[in-house]
């Protein structure tokens, strides 16, 4: 297509929908590079192995995150995404106490990669600061809904309070005392299991 000047366009509107999903692939890539060299190396390992492992070059990194901070708040967010959309697609596939137990569980999962980033995450870099609200602020709306489906439909109590199963969940989600992610899901699901509904023992007469 030519312009007014008679010129041609450099990038039509048929590339452009390739040249965003070629930067969503890089943006891919770099954050799933940057974990595994932080679980590797450690939070200050260099950005140019980060780049390196992602196959792209450090240009494009530092164009994509200019902070090593912006790396690493990308990290949580992608997986805070996977976390928030779970629950939709656990509550299409399961029932409600299913879909509740299951979601709690891969609260492990999203641990395991707070941890790995925690020397950054706890260093005191006010580019953290706001995220611990962000997360519980993305995180508590969605289990409360999975929580008022799994009550309505009598499978656990009544009375569970969202922000309060949470800080719950996400505490035992944590391996404790070299503890491994097996052990932190068996806490995590002994939690659960304990919102359900009991059966009432009728008193014993005297």
């Known amino acids: ?86 629950a939709s697609t656990l509550a299409a596939k399961h029932g409600p106490g299913d879909a509740l137990a299951l979601w709690m569980g891969r609260l492990v999962d999203f641990v395991a990669t707070k941890r790995d980033l925690g020397p950054a995450l706890h ?14 602020g993305q995180l508590t709306p969605v289990l409360r809904r999975l929580l008022d489906a799994a009550a309505t439909s009598g499978v656990i109590r009544d009375d569970v309070d969202a922000d309060e199963l949470l800080n719950a969940g996400l505490r035992l989600a944590t391996p404790v005392n070299g503890g491994d992610a097996a052990q932190a899901r068996r806490m995590v699901a002994l939690l659960t299991d304990g919102l359900r509904r009991s059966l009432s023992v009728p008193a014993v007469k005297e």
């Open 1 to 86: 297509m030519k312009t007014r000047g008679g010129g041609k366009k450099e990038i039509s509107s048929e590339a452009a929908p390739s040249v965003r999903a070629d930067a969503r692939r890089n943006a891919d890539a770099l954050l799933r590079a940057a974990l595994a060299v932080f679980t590797e190396s450690g939070v200050d390992a260099p950005m140019r192995t980060i780049a390196a492992k992602a196959g792209v070059g450090v240009g494009t990194l530092y164009r994509r995150f200019p902070q090593r901070s912006d790396l690493i708040k990308a990290i949580i967010r992608r997986d805070l995404d996977a976390q928030v959309q779970a």
């Open 123 to 136: 260093s005191g870099d006010p580019a953290y600061q706001a995220l611990p609200d962000f997360v519980l």
